[in-house]
């Protein structure tokens, strides 16, 4: 099968992506083998690439939006059928024994295994996967859009629960791409009202257009105190701004797996009466289903560029570029 693998991490330019050809993988006991058609292009990719993210081993194949169909079944296998449409995303195992996988964290896992970064994802015609880590995906979506639901949107949605916005409350924004346009949508549809923050003024025309309250430059301040904000630009210079704009009691939640430097913090106007700044972690798998459920029900627009399987290397250049709009894809099937 034909995939792409990162071999030597670094800038993004020097083309660390290489295609390669594999044999097509076998699914162990309890793993389903995947024929993918889509994946979805996430920024993590991207640090993964070039070095941001360390690698876990040499020549594993990236992406964790991966939306295909299950085409062979290992041992032991009872939900999931060849033929069955699934989604596989960033989670790839977790211990299940440790503290936090026993309280319902195991998004804390301390031996947790990822998808595209500890095993080969996406970016590939092929990929086996654990049965307990697969999602079945919402009708309503077809490939190219459910791909993108399944990190920048499960992602988003456990920062927005994170968050801690209240039913009908005030919600920032703080860049608006791919996770963003997904998470606003949510917190619209739960009666939320949303600002946004973001240097891009093609994001700030695609958020007005989705019916966002507001739409400013990144460290502008929003028109009305926020009772929760979330930062998804990768930027920790957006971390004091962000915090100032927060009401009493109000939380900023971080997104990103990688943020650039937050410079110091001025305890009385960036933390003090009870303003919370926390990070997200990675989610767990009831994330993943309560999202897909919720987007089931109230359904999302995703904007999508699509890519040839055979340009990878160039969605992945012109995401580090910013020239992407909405959620790259690549067409692999
Ligand atoms: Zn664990
Ligand atoms: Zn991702």
Same mark, same amino acid.
């Given at each position: 099968?034909?995939?792409?693998?990162?071999?030597?991490?670094?800038? !993004?330019?020097?083309?660390?992506?290489?295609?390669?050809?594999?044999?097509?993988?076998?699914?162990?006991?309890?793993?389903?083998?995947?024929?993918?058609? #889509?994946?979805?292009?996430?920024?993590?990719?991207?640090?993964?690439? &070039?070095?941001?993210?360390? +690698?876990?081993?040499?020549?594993? !194949?990236?992406?964790?939006?991966?939306?295909?169909?299950?085409?062979? !079944?290992?041992?032991? #296998?009872?939900?999931?059928?060849?033929?069955?449409?699934?989604?596989?995303?960033?989670?790839?195992?977790?211990?299940?024994?440790?503290?936090?996988?026993?309280?319902?964290? &195991?998004?804390?896992?301390?031996?947790?295994?990822?998808?595209?970064?500890? #095993?080969?994802?996406?970016?590939?015609?092929?990929?086996?996967?654990?049965?307990?880590?697969?999602?079945?995906? +919402?009708?309503?979506?077809?490939?190219?859009?459910?791909?993108?639901?399944?990190?920048?949107?499960?992602?988003?949605?456990?920062?927005?629960?994170?968050?801690?916005?209240? +039913?009908?409350?005030?919600?920032?924004?703080?860049?608006?791409?791919?996770?963003?346009?997904?998470?606003?949508? !949510?917190?619209?549809?739960?009666?939320?009202?949303?600002?946004?923050?973001?240097?891009?003024?093609?994001?700030?025309?695609?958020?007005?257009?989705?019916?966002?309250?507001?739409?400013?430059?990144?460290?502008?301040?929003?028109?009305?105190?926020?009772?929760?904000?979330?930062?998804?630009?990768?930027?920790?210079?957006?971390?004091?701004?962000?915090?100032?704009?927060?009401?009493?009691?109000?939380?900023?939640?971080v997104a990103g797996i990688h943020l650039s430097d937050i410079p110091p913090l001025d305890y009385q106007a960036h933390l003090f009466q009870e303003r919370v700044l926390r990070s997200v972690t990675a989610n767990t798998r009831d994330d993943g289903r309560e999202f897909l459920a919720a987007v089931a029900r109230i359904g999302l627009r995703v904007a999508t560029t699509v890519y040839p399987f055979d340009e990878a290397d160039r969605a992945l250049r012109d995401l580090a570029h910013d020239r992407v709009t909405g959620v790259?894809?690549?067409?692999?099937?």
């Amino acid at each position: 099968m034909r995939a792409w693998v990162v071999d030597e991490p670094g800038p !993004v330019d020097g083309r660390p992506l290489a295609p390669v050809e594999r044999p097509v993988p076998e699914p162990g006991p309890g793993q389903v083998r995947v024929r993918i058609n #889509v994946c979805g292009v996430c920024r993590t990719d991207l640090h993964l690439a &070039e070095g941001d993210l360390a +690698p876990k081993r040499r020549g594993v !194949v990236p992406g964790h939006e991966a939306v295909g169909t299950v085409d062979r !079944v290992g041992q032991g #296998v009872t939900d999931l059928r060849p033929g069955d449409r699934v989604g596989v995303a960033w989670l790839a195992r977790t211990c299940g024994v440790c503290a936090f996988c026993r309280t319902g964290r &195991e998004n804390l896992c301390v031996d947790p295994r990822f998808t595209g970064w500890d #095993v080969d994802g996406g970016y590939a015609e092929h990929l086996v996967a654990d049965e307990g880590y697969v999602y079945t995906l +919402p009708e309503g979506f077809d490939d190219e859009t459910a791909a993108p639901l399944l990190c920048a949107g499960i992602i988003g949605y456990r920062a927005l629960r994170q968050s801690r916005c209240p +039913p009908g409350g005030r919600l920032g924004i703080y860049g608006f791409g791919a996770s963003a346009h997904l998470t606003a949508q !949510v917190a619209m549809a739960e009666g939320m009202r949303v600002h946004v923050l973001t240097r891009s003024p093609d994001a700030r025309r695609l958020a007005l257009d989705l019916g966002v309250a507001s739409a400013a430059g990144a460290a502008d301040p929003p028109p009305e105190p926020l009772d929760a904000a979330i930062l998804f630009a990768p930027v920790g210079t957006l971390v004091p701004p962000a915090l100032a704009a927060l009401d009493r009691g109000g939380t900023l939640a971080v997104a990103g797996i990688h943020l650039s430097d937050i410079p110091p913090l001025d305890y009385q106007a960036h933390l003090f009466q009870e303003r919370v700044l926390r990070s997200v972690t990675a989610n767990t798998r009831d994330d993943g289903r309560e999202f897909l459920a919720a987007v089931a029900r109230i359904g999302l627009r995703v904007a999508t560029t699509v890519y040839p399987f055979d340009e990878a290397d160039r969605a992945l250049r012109d995401l580090a570029h910013d020239r992407v709009t909405g959620v790259a894809v690549l067409a692999v099937g």
